[in-house]
């Protein structure tokens, strides 16, 4: 079963997946645990478009076949990473990739966390948001990543994010949410960065400056976990400016790294990270 119908904004996503997606997935016996994890994430990417896009509609796709459910959200306004680059005064687009994943980003604090994306990601088979020349794509529930980039559509107006989420997900969102924001506080306190994703949008992770772009704002966490997998080699200069400049300057926020690569570790022990 396939869907798709045009929002003007502004409007409210929680009457839009209640009276448009909803019963459209209901009607094709989607399971209401997997529909719970739907709800999130639409919702959540709904109230991205209205709130940040600058649009003046949305377009949403759904469809449905016997093993999952697939929806596109599309704004025609600025773009995310444009719009991120713009409102945080970062030089480049790909900057505001890296700041998107880390889970706390936001351009209007008063308003959003900046958790939307990151726990979306999460809870998805497939996750990908595709703006301003550049296409991030996640599966597995972010266990893999990509990054393509299309330089002649850096100027081209929009977002479009698709997931997808099996019909038979096991995906319980207390569980995802608890593993970052523990009990009893439920405080977004913990994230994991996908370092391979700044090393697709920036080139060789070589550099001072590319690590102090990878941990700015990260001590706003408690503890951040550096996921290298899929990194081949880190040099002297990135290592030592995240893993001995930043973390003696925020002794208080707990690092720790998964999925490095023999030569990564090496790299961290040169720099003097125990945990390498």
Known sequence: ???RFSVPLPFDEF???ASRARPHLEADGFPMGALKVVEYVFT???NNALDHSSSDRTDIGLATDPTEMRCEIADFGVGLFRHIQECLGLPAREDALVELIKGKTTTDSQRHTGEGVFFSIRVC???SVNANGLALSFQERGARQSLLKFPDL???AGTRVYFSIRRDTDVVLERVFDEFCPQPEMRFTRTVLRVRVQEEADGALVSRSQGKRL??????FAAVVFDFSGVAAIQRGFADEVFRVW????PT???SVTGAAESVVAMLRHVGYPGG
């Open 247 to 250: 973390r003696t300057a925020h």
């Open 1 to 3: 079963m396939e869907r």
């Open 215 to 220: 941990v700015n704002g990260l001590e706003r």
């Open 125 to 127: 088979d497939r996750f």
């Open 253 to 255: 926020v707990r690092v």
């Open 154 to 156: 850096a100027a081209q």
């Open 44 to 46: 959540e990417m709904l």
């Open 15 to 17: 009457r839009v997946w």
